[in-house]
């Protein structure tokens, strides 16, 4: 019995040094993932009429199809109303308003991003999230607070009630997956368009 015993102890002894390697290289593996995507970025994109945005992914919470809303009356022409999600009222503030470009407003079939971290619990009301765009930060393609950014339209100036180029941080060109896109600087636009 005491050589089977040992037998049992060194199987065991076995399986745990196999189980502690291949943990070992899962994690190595996984540090070696994130290295490869320190210089990336991930965007969530939205459509808004024909024009794309890229919000920063991490300061989203969570896409929902686009819900009825309780306008509030004297507030900013951008904040379309409150809604209830998940159980609590969020504020929702049209993108596309936001920005000064025209919009029929998010209809039915737009969505709602609700937003990490925001002043107030808010979610952004757009016609539709195309997905996520991973962008190379390193490459000179992303230009960010550059005369590089494309022309937006006359209705885009804050003289038509929203904020114009003052939220775009950069521009993500077509090469990039899934498109190009207008990169937000979702803190500028939450200051500028919250009262």
């Known amino acids: 019995m005491g050589r089977a015993a040992d037998a049992a102890v060194e199987r065991a002894a076995e399986r745990a040094r196999a189980l502690r390697a291949a943990r070992t290289e899962v994690l190595a593996r996984r540090g070696r993932d994130r290295a490869a995507l320190a210089g990336t970025r991930a965007y969530l994109v939205c ?5 794309r945005y890229g919000l920063p992914l991490e300061a989203a919470a969570g896409v929902l199809p686009m819900r009825p809303c309780t306008p509030v009356p004297g507030a900013v022409p951008a904040l379309v109303g409150l809604a209830a999600v998940s159980g609590r ?4 503030l049209d993108l596309a308003r936001a920005l000064g470009r025209p ?4 209809g039915p079939g737009g969505h709602l991003v609700t937003l990490r971290n925001a002043p107030v619990p808010l979610a952004l009301a757009v016609d539709r999230v195309l997905g996520v765009a991973e962008i190379d930060l390193d490459a000179p393609d992303l230009d960010e607070e550059t005369s590089a950014k494309p022309d937006l339209p006359a209705a ?5 009630g929203g904020m ?7 521009y993500a060109p077509a090469k990039s997956e899934g498109g190009d896109f207008v990169v937000l600087d979702l803190p500028r636009l939450l200051r500028r368009a919250l009262p």
Request: contains cysteine; aromatic residues 0%.
């Open 47 to 51: 459509a808004c009429g024909a024009e």
């Open 89 to 92: 009222i969020v504020s929702v």
């Open 103 to 106: 919009t029929p407003g998010a």
């Open 156 to 160: 885009a100036h804050p003289s038509s």
């Open 164 to 170: 114009g180029d003052a939220a775009v941080s950069g």
